[in-house]
């Protein structure tokens, strides 16, 4: 398994204002998981991406990848403030694999 | 709709003492896991089990050890806690331990030990 690095460490916006944070690996990869975890309490899975894909959305977040950068992106549009959470990514580069994650990302979202 | 389920939520232990952390899942998953999360150092392996009958050790596993008791629970055992064991432990399923599976987590274990 390898760990992707998430960027920013922080994130403060306000509310209605997108939010975008990244997450960069090292070697190439199949796909991309990103999570996020509120205060106090477990990941939640949010969406997968997989190599061959450019872009995904789901709801307000939309994920993009770059293979050449070795890059992700998460966009979360039109904020709330319960979107104040923790982004984690998680690269896979194998068919049986575990997953490693990172620091993480703090988002906070003021009303 | 219970998901992964984790007893207890809180525990305080001396130093020496032993226990075991529980995990239950009811989505059928074959894999299960337990991480370890401290400020700063996001979310580390402990260890895995991919599927009933099979466990492995992750990126930390001394001090600790499993037992997938059968399809449903996996519990991680501390024998001789340690302060540096004090964490915040979380558990884990997924359908199988292929990449591409998304891991359902549980609400976490708070473990400080004195």
């Known amino acids: 398994s390898q760990q992707g690095e998430e960027d920013p460490q922080a994130l403060s916006i306000q509310e209605g204002e997108n939010a975008t944070m990244n997450c960069s690996y090292k070697?190439?990869?199949?796909?991309l998981q990103w999570y996020r975890q509120n205060s106090g309490r477990g990941l939640v899975h949010l969406i997968l991406?997989?190599?061959?894909?450019r872009e995904k959305h789901s709801g307000r977040l939309r994920v993009t990848l770059d293979t050449s950068k070795k890059s992700s992106s998460l966009l979360i549009t039109a904020s709330r403030a319960a979107d104040t959470a923790s982004y984690f990514c998680a690269p896979s580069n194998s068919g049986y694999s575990t997953l490693t994650f990172g620091k993480g990302t703090m988002l906070l979202v003021s009303p | 709709n219970a998901g992964v389920t984790q007893t207890p939520k809180f525990q305080v232990l001396k130093t020496g003492q032993s226990m075991t952390l529980q995990c239950a899942q009811d989505m059928n998953h074959n894999s299960m896991y337990w991480y370890r999360q401290d400020p700063g150092m996001g979310l580390r392996l402990i260890y895995y089990?991919?599927?009933?009958?099979?466990?492995d050790k992750g990126e930390v596993p001394n001090g600790y050890n499993v037992s997938r008791l059968n399809k449903r629970e996996f519990s991680l055992r501390l024998e001789s806690a340690a302060p540096s064991q004090t964490s915040v432990y979380f558990c884990?399923?997924?359908?199988?331990?292929?990449?591409?599976?998304?891991?359902?987590f549980g609400d976490g274990t708070r473990l400080s030990i004195l």
């Open positions: 089990s991919a599927s009933e009958g099979t466990t």
């Open positions: 991406i997989r190599s061959n894909e």
């Open positions: 884990a399923s997924s359908e199988s331990a292929m990449g591409n599976q998304p891991q359902h």
């Open positions: 070697t190439s990869i199949n796909n």
